[in-house]
């Protein structure tokens, strides 16, 4: 096939969970494909290097400075989205040199099929075109917006918040009914979206994870240490954290005053930084590599309360014979047995005592360890996922080709 892969506002380095997803499955499409990816860069990112590890694939990349949220550019960008159709997160995403040579790309006649990876992408992509468009959900976008809403403390951000997750739901119903596939990363986001959009098409493939450069070490754990890892920039991960700093793990040292632990991840805000420095917990910031740390820990946790799609960080942790200790968001739409995979704790109390089962206990410990990588090892490998991808990819095609042939 000859994939067209659109995504606004850079890929590399590998810092997300979202990122992650899209360049291993580019990668492994690579390999029998023809792969074209357009995307864009801005502050931090490295186009250089995403060419280097894709070196399969044709890559344009475009500056383009896309607002981060809490800055000036994104505040206008608030405002021009009141009189557009597009939600704030997808107009700060419309990058005009990206869209004009999407357009020229599928208009070449050589595309067979053009990916829009991520909602945000969309409006860079034509919506009259007779290439066949996927449209790869990474998660429920509307859900994020919403969920935002309901913990929000503050009244104008509430009602902000209010319109923009009803925008966006708006939007990207519209968008999933017009692309000839719409992909989720688990069912529950699938189930979601239908209903949303009945008149849809919508499957979804399964969440992967690199399982020889995540697994086991040999480091011997620090058997009072917690780790989380994620990208401190994104809301999701700052409200988890900062909701199990202030209220969750003084319960855990009220009964274990011994206990440390440790967030790895991107541009910690500063509320990050002054709630960690609280409650002495060590923060990293941007890290090349965040096995060490998760080798180290004797117990991952993932206190989110807010989010969507999947959460790759749970399935790094399984691959790494780590015991997880999640709540019900935080491993929504991984196919993960509580008790089995891992533990499922909401509530603070309640997550507590989760986490302290696991710190008392090593051979409880080792055995959800042991049963998480070997969970991933037999389902979930990125050439597996990828192998899903290509086949509905090749279903779209070939629906095309069949009412192109009808008509």
Same mark, same amino acid.
């Given at each position: ?167 966006? =739901?708006?939007? /990207? *119903?519209?968008?999933? +009914?017009?692309?000839?596939? &719409?992909? #989720? $990363?688990? %069912? @529950?986001?699938?189930? !979601? ?77 500063? =509320?990050?930084? /002054? *709630?960690?420095?609280? +409650?002495?917990?060590?923060? &990293?910031? #941007? $890290?090349? %590599? @965040?096995?060490?740390? !998760? ?77 998480? =990588? ?21 279903? !779209? ?11």
């Amino acid at each position: 096939m000859n994939i067209l892969w659109v995504i606004s506002g850079g890929i590399w380095p590998l810092n997300t969970g979202g990122r992650q997803r899209s360049f291993n499955i580019i990668a492994q499409l690579a390999k029998n494909n023809h792969v074209t990816l357009l995307t864009s860069h801005g502050e931090g990112d490295d186009p250089e290097g995403l060419q280097a590890n894709l070196p399969n694939c044709e890559v344009v990349s475009i500056a383009a400075d896309i607002p981060k949220a809490g800055s000036a550019g994104f505040a206008r960008a608030l405002v021009r989205s009141w009189f557009s159709r597009y939600p704030v997160d997808m107009l700060k995403n419309r990058v005009a040199a990206l869209e004009a040579e999407v357009s020229r790309r599928l208009k070449s006649g050589s595309i067979d099929v053009c990916i829009a990876d991520f909602l945000s992408t969309t409006p860079n992509i034509p919506s009259q075109s007779s290439v066949p468009v996927v449209l790869f959900q990474h998660n429920v976008e509307y859900v994020i917006w919403k969920r935002l809403k309901e913990v929000d403390k503050k009244a104008w951000r509430r009602a902000v918040l209010e319109l923009e997750w009803r925008k966006m =739901r708006r939007v /990207e *119903a519209e968008t999933c +009914a017009s692309s000839a596939l &719409t992909l #989720t $990363v688990s %069912d @529950i986001d699938r189930d !979601v979206i239908v209903k949303e959009a009945p008149t849809a098409n919508v499957c979804s493939i399964p969440t992967g994870v690199d399982i020889d450069y995540f697994k086991p070490n040999g480091t011997s754990e620090t058997p009072t240490e917690l780790v989380f890892a994620g990208a401190m920039d994104w809301y999701p991960n700052e409200d988890g954290i900062l909701n199990f700093l202030r209220n969750t793990l003084p319960l855990i040292r009220r009964e274990m005053p011994n206990v440390t632990m440790t967030v790895v991840g991107r541009n910690p805000t500063d =509320r990050i930084r /002054e *709630a960690a420095a609280e +409650a002495n917990v060590k923060i &990293t910031g #941007t $890290v090349k %590599d @965040i096995r060490p740390y !998760v080798a180290h820990s004797a117990v991952y946790v993932v206190p989110l309360r807010v989010g969507g799609g999947t959460r790759m960080k749970i399935y790094e942790a399984l691959a790494m014979g780590k015991p997880v200790v999640s709540t019900t968001v935080g491993a929504e739409g991984l196919p993960l047995e509580h008790g089995t995979h891992f533990l499922r704790a909401d509530g603070s109390e309640d997550f507590a005592q989760a986490v302290l089962s696991l710190l008392r206990n090593p051979a409880r410990r080792k055995s959800l360890a042991q049963t998480g =990588r070997k969970l991933v090892e037999e389902r979930y490998s990125w050439a597996h996922v990828a192998r899903v991808f290509e086949s509905r990819c090749r279903e !779209v095609i070939s629906n095309e080709v069949i009412s192109n042939n009808a008509n």
